[in-house]
C-alpha cells in the first residue's frame, strides 16, 4: 500500500562513478539555473529590500569603516569578494549569490544520488529545485539565504561520502561536513537547523541499532553511522563546526576591536579579541531576542511580516522591487512556484504517514531535515519572513521528488500519469510566474492574473 513512497536499499544499487546521464542532466540543470540567475543580473539598480544592508557591509570590510550587523559575518566576506572581483556595482554585489544559488539544485541532486545512487530520482529533484521562484529571485540580489542552505547541503553530502570511505579519507570528509555546518550558521544563526538535522539523524540511527537492530539493513549508506569512533563525533562534528565558526570571526574582531582603535601587542591581544568575541554574541543574541518586531500586535511592524504556519501554503510573499513605466509594470516578487510548493506539502505529509507503516531511511531523513529547519520557527515570535522557510523547503522539494519518482516507477498507469501531470503543471508554473521572478516588463493585467490572492480574499493569503 505504501510502497510507492519509498526507496531501495542504498546497499542493493551499485555506484556508477561516471553515470553519463547524471553527469549531462545535472551540467543541464546548472547551466540553465546560473543562466536565469546572471541574465539581466544588474538590470535592477541596487539596493533591493535586504541589499541596503548586506552589500554595504561588505564595503564596510572592504573600506575598514565599523558598523553593526545582526548576523556573523561569512555572508558579507563572500558579498565582498565579488565587489573585489567585479566592482562597486549591482555584479558586484549579487554575483556571489548567483553562483550559490546556481549550485542549489545541483546539490540537492547531489544529495539525492548519494542518498539511494538512483539516477532518475535525483535528477527529478535537481529539476524541482530549478523550478522554484523564491530560491531564483533571492540569489539574484545580494542576499545571504542561498549562502546559508548551499553550505547546509554540502554538509549532508560530505557525511554520505565520509560513510563510504574509510580511515583518513572518512575523517578527512566528516571534518568537512562539520566544517560547512560551521560554515552555515556563520552565515546567521538558522543555519543551526541543519546540524539539529544531522543530530537528529544520527540519534535515530543510535537509536535502531539499540532498540531495533534487525530494522538497521532499511538504512543503508546511515548504518554506518554506527561505526564512526567516539573521537569522530568529538573533532568533526564538535570541534570543527565551532573552529569554523570562530575562525570566520576573526578578520572581523581583527578589524574591529571593541571599544579601542587597535588591538593591543604581545599577549594581550588574544584576550581583547575573546572579550570582544564576547560582547559581539551578546548584542547578537539581543538583537535576535528582544527586537520589537511582533507578529499579531496592533502595530504593523513591516508589510511583509508571516507567521510560520503560513510559509509552506505561501501566504505572504514579499515584494522585492516594482516600478511602472507607462503601462508596462516591472515587479520583482520573492514567491515560490505555487504548484512545487502545494504539492510538496502534502508529499511531507504523505511521507509521515506512509513511515508509520513502513520504516525506510530516504523518507526518515527527508523528514527529519524537514521538521530540523521547520519547526524551530514555532517558538519565534519576533517579525518573520517567507525566505526563513528557504532550509526547510529544500527538503520539502526532495519529499515531492521522493513521491513523484515513486509514482512514476509504479506499475498502475494512473499513478504514472499523474505523477507526469504534476511535473507539467509544476514546469508550466515556473514559465508562467517568470516574469516577477526575473522582473520582466507586464501589463497590469498580466500582472493581476498572477495575483491570485488579494487583500479581503481568503484569510491569510496576501500576494500583493
Same mark, same amino acid.
Given at each position: 500500500?505504501?510502497?510507492?513512497?519509498?526507496?531501495?536499499?542504498?546497499?542493493?544499487?551499485?555506484?556508477?562513478?561516471?553515470?553519463?546521464?547524471?553527469?549531462?542532466?545535472?551540467?543541464?540543470?546548472?547551466?540553465?539555473?546560473?543562466?536565469?540567475?546572471?541574465?539581466?543580473?544588474?538590470?535592477?539598480?541596487?539596493?533591493?529590500?535586504?541589499?541596503?544592508?548586506?552589500?554595504?557591509?561588505?564595503?564596510?570590510?572592504?573600506?575598514?569603516?565599523?558598523? #553593526?550587523?545582526?548576523?556573523?559575518?561569512?555572508?558579507?566576506?563572500?558579498?565582498?569578494?565579488?565587489?573585489?572581483?567585479?566592482?562597486?556595482?549591482?555584479?558586484? #554585489?549579487?554575483?556571489?549569490?548567483?553562483?550559490?544559488?546556481?549550485?542549489?539544485?545541483?546539490?540537492?541532486?547531489?544529495?539525492?544520488?548519494?542518498?539511494?545512487?538512483?539516477?532518475?530520482?535525483?535528477?527529478?529533484?535537481?529539476?524541482?529545485?530549478?523550478?522554484?521562484?523564491?530560491?531564483?529571485?533571492?540569489?539574484?540580489?545580494?542576499?545571504?539565504?542561498?549562502?546559508?542552505?548551499?553550505?547546509?547541503?554540502?554538509?549532508?553530502?560530505?557525511?554520505?561520502?565520509?560513510?563510504?570511505?574509510?580511515?583518513?579519507?572518512?575523517?578527512?570528509?566528516?571534518?568537512?561536513?562539520?566544517?560547512?555546518?560551521?560554515?552555515?550558521?556563520?552565515?546567521?544563526?538558522?543555519?543551526?537547523?541543519?546540524?539539529?538535522?544531522?543530530?537528529?539523524?544520527?540519534?535515530?540511527?543510535?537509536?535502531?541499532?539499540?532498540?531495533?537492530?534487525?530494522?538497521?539493513?532499511?538504512?543503508?549508506?546511515?548504518?554506518?553511522?554506527?561505526?564512526?569512533?567516539?573521537?569522530?563525533?568529538?573533532?568533526?562534528?564538535?570541534?570543527?563546526?565551532?573552529?569554523?565558526?570562530?575562525?570566520?570571526?576573526?578578520?572581523?574582531?581583527?578589524?574591529?576591536?571593541?571599544?579601542?582603535?587597535?588591538?593591543?601587542?604581545?599577549?594581550?591581544?588574544?584576550?581583547?579579541?575573546?572579550?570582544?568575541?564576547?560582547?559581539?554574541?551578546?548584542?547578537?543574541?539581543?538583537?535576535?531576542?528582544?527586537?520589537?518586531?511582533?507578529?499579531?500586535?496592533?502595530?504593523?511592524?513591516?508589510?511583509?511580516?508571516?507567521?510560520?504556519?503560513?510559509?509552506?501554503?505561501?501566504?505572504?510573499?514579499?515584494?522585492?522591487?516594482?516600478?511602472?513605466?507607462?503601462?508596462?509594470?516591472?515587479?520583482?516578487?520573492?514567491?515560490?512556484?505555487?504548484?512545487?510548493?502545494?504539492?510538496?506539502?502534502?508529499?511531507?505529509?504523505?511521507?509521515?504517514?506512509?513511515?508509520?507503516?513502513?520504516?525506510?531511511?530516504?523518507?526518515?531523513?527527508?523528514?527529519?531535515?524537514?521538521?530540523?529547519?521547520?519547526?524551530?520557527?514555532?517558538?519565534?515570535?519576533?517579525?518573520?519572513?517567507?525566505?526563513?522557510?528557504?532550509?526547510?523547503?529544500?527538503?520539502?522539494?526532495?519529499?515531492?521528488?521522493?513521491?513523484?519518482?515513486?509514482?512514476?516507477?509504479?506499475?498502475?498507469?494512473?499513478?504514472?500519469?499523474?505523477?507526469?501531470?504534476?511535473?507539467?503543471?509544476?514546469?508550466?508554473?515556473?514559465?508562467? #510566474?517568470?516574469?516577477?521572478?526575473?522582473?520582466?516588463?507586464?501589463?497590469?493585467?498580466? #500582472?493581476?492574473?498572477?495575483?491570485?490572492?488579494?487583500?479581503?480574499?481568503?484569510?491569510?493569503?496576501?500576494?500583493?
Amino acid at each position: 500500500m505504501v510502497s510507492w513512497v519509498t526507496s531501495r536499499s542504498h546497499s542493493s544499487v551499485q555506484f556508477e562513478p561516471r553515470d553519463r546521464g547524471l553527469l549531462i542532466g545535472g551540467a543541464l540543470i546548472f547551466a540553465i539555473a546560473l543562466g536565469l540567475r546572471l541574465w539581466g543580473l544588474g538590470q535592477i539598480d541596487p539596493p533591493v529590500f535586504d541589499e541596503v544592508y548586506f552589500p554595504k557591509f561588505a564595503e564596510n570590510y572592504l573600506d575598514g569603516e565599523r558598523f #553593526f550587523d545582526g548576523h556573523p559575518p561569512l555572508g558579507k566576506y563572500l558579498i565582498a569578494l565579488g565587489i573585489l572581483l567585479f566592482g562597486r556595482n549591482a555584479i558586484g #554585489f549579487r554575483i556571489t549569490t548567483a553562483l550559490f544559488g546556481a549550485i542549489v539544485p545541483i546539490l540537492v541532486m547531489g544529495l539525492l544520488y548519494r542518498l539511494t545512487y538512483r539516477r532518475n530520482l535525483a535528477l527529478l529533484g535537481g529539476l524541482l529545485m530549478l523550478s522554484d521562484g523564491l530560491f531564483l529571485v533571492e540569489s539574484r540580489f545580494g542576499l545571504m539565504n542561498v549562502f546559508l542552505v548551499a553550505f547546509g547541503l554540502l554538509a549532508q553530502i560530505f557525511l554520505l561520502a565520509g560513510l563510504e570511505r574509510r580511515g583518513w579519507g572518512r575523517t578527512l570528509l566528516l571534518s568537512c561536513s562539520g566544517a560547512m555546518l560551521g560554515a552555515s550558521a556563520a552565515v546567521k544563526w538558522n543555519g543551526l537547523g541543519f546540524a539539529l538535522g544531522l543530530g537528529l539523524i544520527g540519534t535515530m540511527v543510535w537509536a535502531i541499532a539499540l532498540l531495533r537492530p534487525k530494522l538497521l539493513p532499511r538504512l543503508g549508506i546511515l548504518a554506518r553511522i554506527v561505526q564512526l569512533r567516539w573521537w569522530h563525533y568529538l573533532v568533526c562534528f564538535g570541534l570543527m563546526p565551532i573552529a569554523m565558526y570562530v575562525v570566520q570571526w576573526l578578520p572581523h574582531l581583527w578589524m574591529y576591536p571593541r571599544g579601542v582603535t587597535e588591538l593591543p601587542a604581545g599577549s594581550d591581544a588574544l584576550p581583547a579579541l575573546w572579550h570582544t568575541f564576547q560582547d559581539l554574541h551578546r548584542d547578537l543574541l539581543g538583537n535576535h531576542t528582544n527586537a520589537n518586531v511582533g507578529v499579531g500586535t496592533d502595530e504593523v511592524v513591516h508589510p511583509y511580516c508571516s507567521t510560520w504556519l503560513s510559509w509552506p501554503v505561501l501566504g505572504r510573499p514579499i515584494s522585492y522591487h516594482f516600478n511602472a513605466e507607462g503601462e508596462l509594470w516591472s515587479s520583482v516578487l520573492a514567491i515560490g512556484n505555487p504548484i512545487l510548493w502545494w504539492t510538496a506539502l502534502p508529499a511531507v505529509v504523505g511521507l509521515a504517514i506512509a513511515s508509520c507503516f513502513r520504516f525506510r531511511a530516504l523518507p526518515a531523513y527527508v523528514l527529519l531535515g524537514y521538521a530540523a529547519n521547520y519547526l524551530p520557527w514555532m517558538k519565534v515570535s519576533r517579525c518573520l519572513f517567507l525566505y526563513h522557510y528557504m532550509s526547510a523547503l529544500a527538503f520539502s522539494v526532495m519529499a515531492l521528488a521522493v513521491v513523484l519518482d515513486g509514482m512514476l516507477n509504479h506499475p498502475r498507469k494512473s499513478l504514472r500519469l499523474t505523477a507526469l501531470l504534476v511535473i507539467g503543471a509544476i514546469v508550466m508554473s515556473q514559465v508562467f #510566474f517568470m516574469p516577477l521572478w526575473l522582473g520582466l516588463p507586464v501589463t497590469s493585467e498580466q #500582472f493581476y492574473t498572477r495575483m491570485w490572492f488579494r487583500p479581503g480574499h481568503w484569510t491569510g493569503f496576501n500576494w500583493v
